[in-house]
């Protein structure tokens, strides 16, 4: 039977964090676990960290997981931290990590390289930590699909830092990287129940992009400059839209593999506006769309925010009543956009999830399925109910 136990360790030095906090592990599951799922705070140095838990832990443990802007636990979001989750799997269930990294730019060849290994363990669930800095996630999740399937589980997000955007770290076992990907494998019996929710509402018509470069670089919408739709819809606002384009992303809506609107009025999946080039009048999204995809405005409040985290915690205990652990992936991008009220985004769904032990972090891009499909968003609350 799965069990779970979650630590959050402050400290400057991060060989001493990471002592400490395998440690507190140790003290609270009373015993090693047998497995870490790992995020801490891009402030400390990976490596040293991970030597100071495995030199507690043992040089076998196994430990997976990435850097972070903050790191969530059942108190809430938190800054600079080490916070680990500790399992004890019982007799049936494994768990592998594996590591890879993009050498040569092919972050699709990645996810299959990654998904062979991955297929070779029998898998029943994937956790995966991309480096949103420098590698594509939406690609590298393609090419895991490429080799388990579309309706292959996967969960998790990209991997970020303090907001300076210069690296990010992933960690399997001992091994530290950037500008690769770390993918836990579960193996057995597991039961996963999922929820992504944003509360951003579609406004207005159906819009087709026509001009896409590099994936996620929007030059046209509807063969006009990307920009000028989107300051038409901005109005008066539009004179601040470099600051204020991260509170009105794009809603997918069709074009794209997967159901991306379940029913009117709902957003399956979002586009953050992650930039704004002015002189080529574009829009640089913070996940890919294809020339062809069907995008609406959108607009949502700080309380319609807020709200859509409760709902889709509701949703996912509906399925899952009973789990073992929640797992919290939350976009970077909802933290600015609620400002000081960020901390109100967690507290229904902590106060949802009760006693159940809980470990997350805030992502640069979001993995959850939509109707049986794992796929890459922005700007969305997700979460993971795991019982086994």
Not at 24 to 52: C, H, T
Not at 308 to 315: C, F, G, L, N
Request: glycine residues 12%; aromatic residues 6%.
């Amino acid at each position: 039977m799965l069990e779970a136990s979650t630590i959050s360790i402050v400290h400057d030095d991060a060989r001493r964090a990471g002592r400490d906090a395998a440690d507190e592990l140790i003290d609270v599951m009373g015993g090693r676990p047998d497995f870490v799922l790992l995020f801490a705070s891009a402030k400390y140095d990976g490596r040293a960290m991970l030597d100071g838990l495995r030199g507690r832990l043992g040089s076998d443990a196994r430990i997976a997981g990435c850097s972070s802007l903050a790191e969530i636990d059942g108190r809430g979001g938190l800054t600079e931290s080490v916070t680990a989750m500790g399992l004890r799997l019982g007799s049936a269930l494994r768990v592998t990590p594996l590591l890879d990294v993009s050498n040569d730019g092919d972050d699709r060849a990645l996810g299959r390289r990654l998904g062979e290994r991955a297929r070779a363990l029998a898998p029943s669930l994937l956790l995966m930590f991309y480096d949103s800095l420098r590698v594509n996630g939406p690609y590298v999740l393609r090419g895991l699909q490429d080799v388990l399937g579309a309706t292959f589980p996967m969960v998790g997000g990209g991997a970020g830092n303090l907001g300076q955007f210069d690296r990010a770290y992933q960690i399997a076992d001992g091994g530290v990287v950037s500008g690769g990907a770390s993918v836990v494998v579960f193996s057995g019996p597991i039961r996963i129940a999922t929820a992504a929710r944003s509360g951003w509402i579609p406004v207005g018509g159906e819009h087709r992009i026509t001009g896409v470069e590099k994936g996620n670089v929007v030059r046209t919408i509807d063969d006009r400059p990307a920009l000028e739709l989107y300051q038409e819809y901005l109005g008066a606002r539009a004179v601040a839209v470099a600051s204020l384009a991260v509170e009105f992303p794009l809603a997918v809506v069709g074009g794209l593999e997967g159901t991306y609107r379940p029913a009117e009025g709902e957003i399956a999946v979002l586009r953050a506006v992650a930039g704004i080039d002015i002189q080529r009048k574009a829009l640089i999204l913070g996940g890919d769309v294809p020339e062809g995809t069907l995008v609406r405005m959108t607009t949502g409040t700080r309380d319609d925010v807020i709200r859509a985290a409760e709902v889709a915690t509701e949703r996912a205990l509906r399925a899952m009543p009973n789990p073992s652990c929640a797992l919290l992936f939350d976009c970077v991008a909802r933290k600015l956009v609620l400002g000081t009220r960020y901390r109100d985004e967690l507290h229904k769904p902590l106060e949802r999830l009760g006693s159940i032990p809980k470990a997350g972090f805030y992502t640069h891009g979001e993995l959850s399925p939509v109707d049986g499909v794992s796929m890459c968003h922005n700007e969305t609350f997700t979460l993971a109910l795991l019982e086994g």
